[in-house]
């Protein structure tokens, strides 16, 4: 079984500081590992995802996340903050390689605070 | 990519009563989903939305209560049956495209509330 653990549900940074969005996972197989984000009252975005190609992935809005087996960790970064990126942030793991029309599992979130 | 939208956007029901949300994506995708999102909560997957057949549903989740169609590629309903304030939630249902990314986008969600 497939699993994701979210190890903060709350993360409180000041605009222009680094994030740190921290995500473990467990999976039976080569996992594929995505986040997503959830701005208030809007619809699920895919920032960025690993299929097995490059360990370190960079997606949008200058977010990048680092696939780490041997920590069994996936987690967010972004150097620097802004005030748009305060939103819900979600860990998710799907079991095939690819990725491709697979069953997701959603980590519980964290909840990205930024202040000025 | 493929834009995917919902009907309706947000609903207030009656106990008892029923609702069906469509949702509708632009594009032939491969496979549909659909979830439920509980208040501050995160999404959990309902049922697999299979073209042509029944759905496959996940544990806890059962056709009665929560009949889903797909007579195409492109659309999909969601009917809560029966609903109670329990089932207060955000819906949302995603479709994977095909080509090289396979991701799975995501609609903006159904807003249900139940009195």
């Known amino acids: 079984a497939q699993s994701v653990t979210q190890l903060d549900s709350h993360v409180s940074v000041s605009e222009g500081t680094p994030v740190l969005l921290r995500c473990n996972y467990s999976s039976s197989y080569s996992p594929s590992l995505f986040w997503y984000v959830q701005h208030p009252n809007k619809g699920l975005q895919l920032l960025l995802k690993y299929t097995s190609a490059a360990t370190l992935v960079k997606g949008i809005n200058g977010f990048e996340a680092e696939f780490k087996k041997s920590e069994t960790s996936f987690h967010l970064t972004k150097p620097s903050a802004h005030m748009s990126d305060a939103a819900e942030y979600f860990c998710?793991?799907?079991?095939?390689?690819?990725?491709?029309?697979?069953?997701?599992?959603f980590g519980t979130g964290t909840r990205l605070q930024v202040t000025l | 990519s493929a834009v995917i939208s919902q009907k309706p956007s947000r609903d207030i029901c009656q106990r008892g009563t029923s609702l069906t949300i469509q949702c509708q994506v632009d594009s032939q995708v491969t496979m549909m989903f659909w979830y439920r999102q509980q208040p501050g909560q995160s999404l959990t997957l309902i049922a697999t939305a299979n073209q042509g057949s029944e759905a496959t549903y996940e544990s806890g989740f059962v056709i009665d209560k929560f009949p889903i169609s797909r007579p195409n590629l492109t659309f999909s309903t969601l009917t809560v049956s029966n609903m109670s304030p329990e089932d207060s939630s955000i819906y949302l249902c995603?479709?994977?495209?095909?080509?090289?990314?396979?991701?799975?986008?995501f609609g903006p969600g159904t807003r249900l509330t139940v009195t």
């Open positions: 998710v793991v799907s079991d095939m390689d690819t990725g491709t029309a697979s069953k997701l599992t």
């Open positions: 995603s479709g994977v495209g095909g080509g090289s990314s396979y991701e799975q986008y």
